[in-house]
């Protein structure tokens, strides 16, 4: 038995150095470095023929309602008035990314893996926002 106080951790995880906090200028000074790789990928899914027409479609469409006047949620409600765009950015991204298949996309990826799982992941979880059905339909 473990005496009071005492935190158990699974075998082989080394507790004697703790990472380091890190501030959000830090994250996101890491998350902007990852901005032009996303760029380069965007560019260079959309430039491949293995890529399926609908899947750019969908990429051009989205291009076309962030950079529209029209929103489904007015930009001048403050801080939701960016939503709408980032979702649709999310979800555009996540489905080009997930059918590309990953030899594909990791062909076209300058970054380190870890990056791109991350941008994978927060694209994914960006995604996940629209209601269920409405991400259904875009998926087929």
Do not use: C
């Not at 899947?55 to 949620?73: C, E, M, N, Q, T």
């Not at 791109?116 to 059905?133: N, T």
């Amino acid at each position: 038995m473990s005496g009071e106080g005492e935190q158990r951790f699974p075998v082989g995880v080394d507790t004697r150095t703790p990472i380091p906090a890190r501030n959000w200028d830090e994250i996101t000074g890491e998350v902007l470095l990852l901005v032009p790789n996303i760029a380069k990928l965007l560019v260079r899914l959309m430039r491949d023929p293995r890529i399926s027409i609908r899947r750019k479609i969908l990429v051009g469409a989205v291009i076309g309602y962030v950079l529209s006047p029209i929103d489904l949620i007015p930009d001048f409600i403050v801080g939701l008035g960016s939503l709408d765009d980032l979702i649709f950015v999310s979800l555009a991204v996540d489905l080009l990314t997930r059918d590309s298949g990953e030899e594909i996309v990791r062909e076209h990826w300058d970054g380190s893996v870890d990056g791109l799982d991350l941008v994978r992941s927060v694209f994914a979880w960006g995604a996940d926002l629209l209601p269920e059905p409405i991400h259904r339909r875009f998926r087929t």
